[in-house]
């Protein structure tokens, strides 16, 4: 287990198995020394996380998809760490783009996306910072409330 893995774990986190695709994609492609995601939902093991993973998000229920954000980091990194072994090659998060299934008054998904940019802190310290972008959007695949995609960079290009 690397470091990165032993962080999450320290966090009360799991890392996943990598989740299933639900589609004609692959989890994540690589090109030199990035990676980058397809969309993750905050899926545990093929199914929504209860509450939060499903429906549109709003200011009640703006606590359960900050966590949700969380799940769907965690799918991603496992997407990541499909290409590269581990996640200790991971020099630098490039981007995240969070895209939040929102009731049209919500205006907050820059505090969704907050749960999983402080995860990204919590456990890459400096190498956490990234840029990011929050989208709110009327629908998601499988009725998620929220997908979430990842750039990273590793320390050496992966073959």
Sequence with gaps: MGLIEEKIIKAGLILPPLPAVAGLYSPAMRTGNLVFTSGQLPFINGKPIE?????KVNDANLDAAVYASRIALLNGLAAIKSMTGTLSSIERIIKLTLFVASDSCFSSQHLVANGASS????I???????ARSAVGVAELPLNASLELE?????KFPIL
């Design 51 to 55: 509450p939060g993973g499903t429906g």
């Design 119 to 122: 995860l990204l802190h919590e």
């Design 124 to 130: 890459f310290g400096e190498q956490g910072a990234h």
């Design 150 to 154: 990842l750039i990273v960079q590793c």
